[in-house]
C-alpha cells in the first residue's frame, strides 16, 4: 500500500467509517514472513552503525535473536552468556550465515557505548550485534517476533527470556528458551534450521557413546544448567570468577543469600558484593530463583568439588 | 528497569450493545487491522499515523468511530504478529467466497484399513508391511534428498539403540497392522466412513473427495494442509483390547523445508492421546523423522494395572470382543478401560502449526464394555447407541466429531501466525474439517464423540434449543454415572467429551444446532461464556461463537433403538486401600509473562527436565530425586496462580482421578468425577488430583498440551534400578537428523566451553 492510497484511506475512514479493501497481499508461500511482515525500522548498532531491521539485518539470513538489557537482573546475563557458548560452537559460521542480535529494550539507557562494554563483558565475537533504537520501534519488532510480555509483579520487566530462531530465507522461525542446553541450541540453529546443510564440524555421541545422567546430584546438574556459563570450578575465571574454594572463602550463609538475591545485595552495598561487582566489569550475578534446598546443594556441591578436584591453576584458562 | 504497566482494559463490547454500535465494531475491527498491518510494514510511519489522528502518542488507535471498535480498548499487546488482537490472530477474516453455513453434508471420520499381521509368517503369510517391523529402529540406509543434506540415512526415523527399542515386542506382537502417510492435500478416493451413505447425510463415498472446507471453498494446495493420507476427512482407527496395532507413520512431506505454505515443519512425531504405552511409540516432542522415511509405533493396547490386577485374566469386564459376540479376557483393571483417544503430531516446537494444518486423528478403543454393539446383552457390555451388525466397532450411531477452528488468506488457504506464541484462533469453525456443516440423524440416540482440534480455542457446546444431552466419558474415559447437562463444560484443547443426545424427541423434518458458547478475545483463554440467547444473536465479535453444526432430522430409526445408557458406566479404580505414597504441588505462574514464557515447562520442571524459559529455574532436579515410586499412588496438586490464563495441562501415563478443585471435593463437577488425562486449571484456579504409576513405568516421558506453546527436547526414563530403588533418569536427549540420529549425553555440562 502506498502512502498516498493510506491518506486517502484514511480520510476514508475518518468520515465514512466505511472498509478498507483489496489490501490483502497474504500469499501462501514463505513470503509472508519476510519484507511484508518484518518492520524495516531503523536500529543503531553497538558500533554507531545505523541498520534497517529487514533489510540489513533479517533478509535472506538466518538469525537468532534476543531481548536484552544491560540493567538486567533476571535472566538477561545467563542468556546472553548462554548464546555466548552457542556462538562459540558455531564458529565462524556466525558472521557467514548465521547472525545474532541482542536488541535492548532498555534502548534510553543502553546506548551503542554501553552496549559495547556489555558485549565485551561476555565476550560476544564478530556476527553478534548489540541493538539500540527508538522505543517504539523495537516494542514493535518485540511484538512481530512475538516475544512481548507486558509487564507485572511476577515479571518485573515485561521481558521474555526467550530467543527467535529463525531463517528467512526458508520461512523457519520458532522461538526456544534461551536458557537451553547451548549445545542443543548449537544444534538447532546450525543443522536443524539450515535442512542439515553445512553440519556441525563437532557431531552429537552415537547411541553407544551416550549416557544417561548417571549421577544424582542435583548440586551437580544445577551447577550445570545455571552456573556453568559463566563460572568453572577450578578451571579459571570466565564472565564470573572461579568458584574453586568459594566455600572456603565465603561464610555459607553470606554465599547462600548472595546466590539468592545477588542483585538486592548489590543495592544494599555489601563491600564483597560490591567489590566483586566492580572486579568482573560489572556484570550483574542473575537472580534465577532457587530455592534454599537448592542453594544448599549446590553450596555442597562446589565444596565437594573443591575438596576433590586436583589443584589446577586458578587462572590462565581464559580464551 | 521497570516499563510502565499496559492498561488492562476489559476489551469487549456486551452482547447487548445496539446491533449497529456492533456492526459499526466489527468494520472499525477490520480497518483497524489493515491500518496496523500498513504500520507493520513500514509502509506508513507511526508519525504519519499520529498526524493523521489516527492513533495516539501511545500507540493506541485514536478513539475514533470506524476506527477503533472500543473507543477505549488498550492496544492487547500479546506476542504475535500484530499489536493488536484480532480474530483470526494476525490476519484479516477469512473470506467465504458466497458459501453459505450448513449447505454440506458433514463427513464421518474416513476409517483406516486394518491390515491382519499373521501369527506366523511364512511365503503363504506374508506380513503386510514391508519391511517387516522390527524391536529396534531399522537403520537400514538409504539416499536422502539433497535437500535435506544428501549423503545417506536410515528408513526408519525412530531413534536407535535399547531404549528406543519397543518394549515387550515379543509379549505383544502386533496382531494389526495399520499404515499411513503423511503428506499434501490431494483428493480422496478411498474414502472408508464404515458406515452406508444413508447414515453419512447421503455423501457419496465413490466420489472422490476434494481438500475443500465446503465444495464452495478453494482446494488447500498441497502445501497448505498437510494430513493423514493427504485427504478429508481425518482418519479413524479402531483398535481393541488386547490386539496390538503396528502403526507405521511414512512421512511423505516435502523434502524441501520452505516448501510449507507459510506454516508447519515437515519433520513429525505422532502421539496416541493418552495411550498406555512405551515411551519409544509416545510421540515423543524430540523423536521426529523426516521426509521418506517411517516410524513405527507400537500400541500394545493394554489395560493399565495389567502387572498387578486381575493378571489371570478372569474378570469377564476386563475384556475385548472376541469378533463373533464373545469376550476375550485380557489382564488388568477393568474400570482403566478407555474409549475415545485421538493421535496428533507433537513435533518439537512446531506441534500448533502442525495439528493445525491437518495432522489429527481419531483413534476408537472397543472393549467388553464399550464394544460399539447396543444389541449384545452379555451382562458386561453397556449397549452404548453405536449399531448391532458388526460384534464390534459399529459407526452407524457413533459419531467422531472433531472441532477446530481456522482461518485461511484470500487465496483460501489455510493461514497461521506462527509468531502468536500466546495462542492462534481462527474466524470458521469446522467440524471434521468442514465449514459448519450438516448431519442427517434418525429419531433415535446417537453418541458422538467430540474432540477440541484447536490450537488454542476453548469452545462450550449447548443445543439450539437447549434441551438435553447425556455426557458419558470424560477424555475418552466412561464416567461412573452419565450426567444430563444443557450445557457441556467448556472443552479445552486436546480433551474429549463423549456425549449422548437422543433426537427421538425431535419430529422428521426438524433443525436443532450445537451451538459454542465460548467467546475468546485472544489465544490465551475464553473471555466470557455467553447465554445460549448471547450466543445465538449473532452479536459476539468472536465470529466463532454460534451455531456450528446442524442435525436435520431426516426419518424414524430404521431398526428399532436398542441402545441404552446405563447408570453406572464405568466405576473408577478403587484406590482407597493404596496408600499416598507421596504429595506433590506444582504452581503454573498462569501470568502472561510466564505463560508466553513457556508455561508448561513450569509443569515439566516437576520431572527435571525442563529449565522453564529463565525465570523460573528452580528446583528441577529435585523433584526428580523424589520421583514416583512405581506401583504407589500419588496426591498432585496443579495451580495456576495468575489469572490470565487456562492451561489444559496433559500427563502421560496413567488416567487420574480429580479429588478437589480449588481445594474442595465438591468443586469438582459431576463430569469431571471420572478418569482424565488433560486438566484444566481455570484462571486462578487448581486441581488436586491421584495418579497411579504402573506397567510401562520401565519407561515414560512427560510433556504439556498447550500446542501453541513450546516442547521441551529432553527425555526421562522412569525405571527401577538394581537395588529396586525407583527414580527418574534424564535420557540421552535424542538429536535426529536425516542422516540418523545421535545423541547429548544429559550429564555434559559445558563449564569449559566458554
Given at each position: 500500500?502506498?502512502?498516498?492510497?493510506?491518506?486517502?484511506?484514511?480520510?476514508?475512514?475518518?468520515?465514512?467509517?466505511?472498509?478498507?479493501?483489496?489490501?490483502?497481499?497474504?500469499?501462501?508461500?514463505?513470503?509472508?514472513?519476510?519484507?511484508?511482515?518484518?518492520?524495516?525500522?531503523?536500529?543503531?548498532?553497538?558500533?554507531?552503525?545505523?541498520?534497517?531491521?529487514?533489510?540489513?539485518?533479517?533478509?535472506?539470513?538466518?538469525?537468532?535473536?534476543?531481548?536484552?538489557?544491560?540493567?538486567?537482573?533476571?535472566?538477561?546475563?545467563?542468556?546472553?552468556?548462554?548464546?555466548?557458548?552457542?556462538?562459540?560452537?558455531?564458529?565462524?559460521?556466525?558472521?557467514?550465515?548465521?547472525?545474532?542480535?541482542?536488541?535492548?529494550?532498555?534502548?534510553?539507557?543502553?546506548?551503542?557505548?554501553?552496549?559495547?562494554?556489555?558485549?565485551?563483558?561476555?565476550?560476544?565475537?564478530?556476527?553478534?550485534?548489540?541493538?539500540?533504537?527508538?522505543?517504539?520501534?523495537?516494542?514493535?519488532?518485540?511484538?512481530?517476533?512475538?516475544?512481548?510480555?507486558?509487564?507485572?509483579?511476577?515479571?518485573?520487566?515485561?521481558?521474555?527470556?526467550?530467543?527467535?530462531?529463525?531463517?528467512?530465507?526458508?520461512?523457519?522461525?520458532?522461538?526456544?528458551?534461551?536458557?537451553?542446553?547451548?549445545?542443543?541450541?548449537?544444534?538447532?540453529?546450525?543443522?536443524?534450521?539450515?535442512s542439515w546443510k553445512n553440519r556441525q564440524a563437532e557431531t552429537p555421541k552415537s547411541y553407544a557413546d551416550a549416557s544417561v545422567l548417571k549421577i544424582a546430584d542435583k548440586g551437580q546438574y544445577i551447577f550445570?544448567?545455571?552456573?556453568?556459563?559463566?563460572?568453572?570450578?577450578?578451571?579459571?575465571?570466565?564472565?564470573?570468577?572461579?568458584?574453586?574454594?568459594?566455600?572456603?572463602?565465603?561464610?555459607?550463609?553470606?554465599?547462600?543469600?548472595?546466590?539468592?538475591?545477588?542483585?538486592?545485595?548489590?543495592?544494599?552495598?555489601?563491600?564483597?558484593?560490591?567489590?566483586?561487582?566492580?572486579?568482573?566489569?560489572?556484570?550483574?550475578?542473575?537472580?534465577?530463583?532457587?530455592?534454599?534446598?537448592?542453594?544448599?546443594?549446590?553450596?555442597?556441591?562446589?565444596?565437594?568439588?573443591?575438596?576433590?578436584?586436583?589443584?589446577?591453576?586458578?587462572?590462565?584458562?581464559?580464551? | 528497569m521497570t516499563r510502565k504497566s499496559d492498561r488492562e482494559e476489559v476489551f469487549f463490547l456486551s452482547e447487548k450493545a445496539p446491533k449497529r454500535r456492533l456492526e459499526d465494531a466489527t468494520n472499525a475491527r477490520k480497518n483497524r487491522a489493515e491500518i496496523v498491518k500498513a504500520f507493520s510494514h513500514g509502509q506508513v510511519s507511526r508519525r504519519e499515523l499520529m498526524k493523521l489522528g489516527l492513533i495516539t502518542g501511545g500507540g493506541l488507535l485514536a478513539p475514533i468511530p470506524g476506527l477503533n471498535p472500543f473507543m477505549t480498548s488498550a492496544c492487547a499487546k500479546g506476542g504475535g504478529g500484530g499489536s493488536v488482537d484480532t480474530i483470526p490472530t494476525g490476519a484479516p477474516p477469512s473470506p467465504l467466497f458466497g458459501v453459505q453455513a450448513f449447505t454440506q453434508p458433514m463427513p464421518r471420520f474416513d476409517v483406516l484399513p486394518r491390515a491382519p499381521i499373521p501369527a506366523v509368517v511364512d511365503a503363504t503369510h506374508p506380513h503386510p508391511l514391508n519391511p517387516v517391523p522390527t524391536a529396534t529402529a531399522n537403520q537400514t540406509q538409504m539416499a536422502v534428498d539433497p535437500a535435506l543434506g544428501g549423503g545417506s540415512g536410515p528408513i526408519e526415523g525412530r531413534p536407535p539403540g535399547a531404549i528406543w527399542a519397543h518394549q515387550r515386542f515379543n509379549i505383544f506382537p502386533p496382531q494389526v497392522a495399520v499404515e499411513v502417510t503423511q503428506e499434501g492435500a490431494k483428493a480422496n478416493a478411498v474414502y472408508n466412513p464404515g458406515v452406508p451413505s444413508s447414515l453419512n447425510s447421503g455423501i457419496n463415498p465413490a466420489q472422490a473427495l476434494a481438500p475443500k472446507f465446503h465444495p464452495g471453498l478453494p482446494a488447500q494446495s498441497s502445501l497448505a494442509m498437510w494430513t493423514f493420507n493427504g485427504t478429508i476427512p481425518p482418519k479413524l482407527?479402531?483398535?481393541?483390547?488386547?490386539?496390538?496395532?503396528?502403526?507405521?507413520?511414512?512421512?511423505k512431506l516435502p523434502a524441501d523445508v520452505s516448501q510449507n505454505g507459510g506454516f508447519g515443519r515437515h519433520t513429525i512425531s505422532t502421539h496416541e492421546h493418552n495411550g498406555h504405552h512405551g515411551a519409544e511409540n509416545d510421540g515423543f516432542t524430540g523423536a521426529y523423522f523426516f521426509?521418506?522415511?517411517?516410524?513405527?509405533?507400537?500400541?500394545?493396547?493394554?489395560?493399565?494395572?495389567?502387572?498387578?490386577?486381575?493378571?489371570?485374566?478372569?474378570?469377564?469386564?476386563?475384556g475385548s470382543p472376541n469378533g463373533s459376540g464373545g469376550i476375550t479376557k485380557v489382564p488388568g483393571d477393568w474400570r482403566e478401560t478407555m474409549s475415545s483417544h485421538w493421535?496428533?503430531?507433537?513435533?518439537?516446537?512446531?506441534?500448533?502449526?502442525?495439528?493445525?494444518?491437518?495432522?489429527?486423528?481419531?483413534?476408537?478403543?472397543?472393549?467388553?464394555?464399550?464394544?460399539?454393539?447396543?444389541?449384545?446383552?452379555?451382562?458386561?457390555?453397556?449397549?452404548?447407541p453405536s449399531g448391532t451388525a458388526k460384534d464390534f466397532g459399529n459407526l452407524d450411531y457413533d459419531v467422531n466429531l472433531m472441532v477446530a477452528d481456522k482461518a485461511w488468506d484470500?487465496?483460501?488457504?489455510?493461514?497461521?501466525?506462527?509468531?502468536?506464541?500466546?495462542?492462534?484462533?481462527?474466524?470458521?469453525?469446522?467440524?471434521?474439517?468442514?465449514y459448519k456443516p450438516f448431519f442427517e440423524v434418525e429419531r433415535r440416540k446417537y453418541r458422538f464423540r467430540i474432540l477440541n482440534g484447536s490450537a488454542s480455542r476453548f469452545v462450550k457446546i449447548a443445543l439450539s434449543d437447549g434441551s438435553p444431552m447425556i455426557q458419558i466419558a470424560n477424555d475418552g474415559n466412561l464416567l461412573p454415572h452419565p450426567v444430563t447437562l444443557t450445557q457441556l463444560d467448556e472443552l479445552g484443547i486436546a480433551e474429549r467429551y463423549d456425549i449422548v443426545i437422543d433426537f427421538s424427541r425431535y419430529t422428521v423434518g426438524s433443525k436443532v444446532w450445537m451451538v459454542n458458547l465460548a467467546a475468546h478475545e485472544n489465544?490465551?483463554?475464553?473471555?466470557?461464556?455467553?447465554?445460549?440467547?448471547?450466543?445465538?444473536?449473532?452479536?459476539?465479535?468472536?465470529?466463532?461463537?454460534?451455531?456450528?453444526?446442524?442435525?436435520?432430522?431426516?426419518?424414524?430409526?430404521?431398526?428399532?433403538?436398542?441402545?441404552?445408557?446405563?447408570?453406572?458406566?464405568?466405576?473408577?479404580?478403587?484406590?482407597?486401600?493404596?496408600?499416598?505414597?507421596?504429595?506433590?504441588?506444582?504452581?503454573?505462574?498462569?501470568?502472561?509473562?510466564?505463560?508466553?514464557?513457556?508455561?508448561?515447562?513450569?509443569?515439566?520442571?516437576?520431572?527435571?527436565?525442563?529449565?522453564?524459559?529463565?525465570?523460573?529455574?528452580?528446583?528441577d532436579f529435585g523433584r526428580v530425586s523424589a520421583a514416583p515410586k512405581f506401583g504407589t499412588r500419588e496426591v498432585w496438586t496443579l495451580t495456576n496462580s495468575g489469572g490470565g490464563w487456562d492451561h489444559p495441562i496433559h500427563i502421560h501415563f496413567e488416567e487420574g482421578q480429580i479429588l478437589a478443585r480449588n481445594g474442595s471435593a465438591a468443586n469438582v463437577p459431576a463430569w469431571e468425577t471420572g478418569r482424565k488425562?488433560?486438566?484444566?486449571?481455570?484462571?486462578?484456579?487448581?486441581?488436586?488430583?491421584?495418579?497411579?504409576?504402573?506397567?510401562?513405568?520401565?519407561?515414560?516421558?512427560?510433556?504439556?498440551?498447550?500446542?501453541?506453546?513450546?516442547?521441551?527436547?529432553?527425555?526421562?526414563?522412569?525405571?527401577?534400578?538394581?537395588?529396586?530403588?525407583?527414580?527418574?533418569?534424564?535420557?540421552?536427549?535424542?538429536?535426529?537428523?536425516?542422516?540418523?540420529?545421535?545423541?547429548?549425553s544429559p550429564d555434559e555440562v559445558l563449564s569449559t566451553a566458554l
Open positions: 500500500m502506498k502512502r498516498n492510497q493510506l491518506l486517502r484511506l484514511s480520510a476514508a475512514v475518518l468520515f465514512m467509517g466505511g472498509l478498507l479493501s483489496g489490501l490483502d497481499s497474504t500469499a501462501y508461500d514463505n513470503t509472508r514472513w519476510g519484507a511484508g511482515y518484518f518492520p524495516n525500522v531503523e536500529l543503531t548498532t553497538q558500533d554507531g552503525t545505523k541498520v534497517h531491521f529487514y533489510d540489513d539485518l533479517i533478509k535472506g539470513k538466518m538469525v537468532v535473536i534476543e531481548l536484552i538489557y544491560t540493567r538486567c537482573v533476571d535472566a538477561c546475563p545467563l542468556e546472553t552468556a548462554r548464546l555466548a557458548q552457542v556462538q562459540r560452537m558455531l564458529g565462524d559460521r556466525v558472521g557467514k550465515e548465521i547472525f545474532f542480535y541482542s536488541i535492548s529494550i532498555d534502548p534510553e539507557q543502553d546506548t551503542p557505548k554501553v552496549l559495547k562494554e556489555y558485549a565485551e563483558k561476555y565476550h560476544a565475537g564478530p556476527g553478534w550485534l548489540f541493538l539500540t533504537g527508538k522505543k517504539d520501534d523495537i516494542d514493535l519488532i518485540s511484538q512481530k517476533l512475538g516475544l512481548y510480555a507486558p509487564p507485572n509483579d511476577r515479571n518485573r520487566d515485561g521481558h521474555t527470556p526467550a530467543v527467535v530462531i529463525g531463517n528467512e530465507v526458508t520461512g523457519q522461525w520458532m522461538r526456544n528458551s534461551a536458557t537451553d542446553n547451548p549445545r542443543f541450541l548449537a544444534i538447532l540453529i546450525g543443522d536443524w534450521m539450515n550445570a544448567t545455571h552456573c556453568a556459563a559463566c563460572h568453572t570450578i577450578g578451571h579459571g575465571d570466565k564472565i564470573g570468577p572461579d568458584l574453586r574454594g568459594v566455600t572456603s572463602l565465603r561464610d555459607r550463609a553470606w554465599l547462600a543469600r548472595f546466590i539468592a538475591r545477588p542483585d538486592q545485595m548489590i543495592a544494599e552495598g555489601d563491600p564483597v558484593a560490591t567489590e566483586l561487582f566492580k572486579k568482573y566489569k560489572q556484570v550483574n550475578m542473575p537472580d534465577l530463583r532457587l530455592a534454599d534446598e537448592d542453594i544448599h546443594a549446590l553450596i555442597d556441591y562446589m565444596q565437594n568439588q573443591t575438596e576433590t578436584a586436583a589443584p589446577e591453576p586458578a587462572s590462565g584458562a581464559h580464551p | 482407527i479402531q483398535g481393541r483390547y488386547g490386539e496390538p496395532i503396528l502403526f507405521r507413520h511414512h512421512n521426509p521418506n522415511q517411517f516410524y513405527d509405533y507400537h500400541w500394545p493396547i493394554v489395560l493399565a494395572g495389567r502387572d498387578t490386577v486381575n493378571v489371570n485374566a478372569t474378570d469377564p469386564r476386563a493421535f496428533h503430531d507433537h513435533m518439537f516446537s512446531f506441534t500448533a502449526q502442525n495439528v493445525y494444518k491437518g495432522m489429527a486423528g481419531m483413534f476408537n478403543i472397543y472393549s467388553a464394555l464399550d464394544r460399539g454393539n447396543e444389541a449384545i446383552n452379555d451382562g458386561v457390555n453397556l449397549r452404548l484470500q487465496n483460501g488457504q489455510l493461514f497461521f501466525d506462527i509468531f502468536n506464541f500466546d495462542g492462534f484462533l481462527g474466524d470458521i469453525m469446522t467440524v471434521n474439517l468442514s489465544g490465551k483463554k475464553p473471555s466470557a461464556d455467553l447465554t445460549l440467547s448471547q450466543a445465538l444473536s449473532g452479536t459476539s465479535l468472536d465470529p466463532c461463537v454460534g451455531k456450528f453444526l446442524e442435525f436435520r432430522i431426516v426419518r424414524n430409526p430404521v431398526r428399532s433403538d436398542v441402545s441404552q445408557v446405563p447408570d453406572p458406566l464405568i466405576p473408577n479404580p478403587d484406590l482407597s486401600s493404596i496408600p499416598v505414597a507421596r504429595t506433590r504441588s506444582f504452581d503454573f505462574g498462569g501470568d502472561a509473562t510466564q505463560s508466553s514464557t513457556n508455561p508448561i515447562t513450569a509443569f515439566t520442571g516437576p520431572w527435571g527436565i525442563s529449565t522453564d524459559g529463565g525465570t523460573r529455574l528452580n528446583a488425562d488433560v486438566y484444566r486449571l481455570r484462571p486462578g484456579g487448581s486441581v488436586t488430583l491421584t495418579m497411579q504409576f504402573r506397567d510401562w513405568g520401565g519407561m515414560f516421558m512427560e510433556h504439556c498440551h498447550n500446542t501453541v506453546h513450546e516442547d521441551n527436547a529432553m527425555l526421562l526414563r522412569w525405571e527401577l534400578d538394581d537395588g529396586g530403588a525407583p527414580f527418574l533418569r534424564p535420557l540421552p536427549t535424542p538429536i535426529p537428523s536425516p542422516q540418523g540420529v545421535t545423541f547429548i
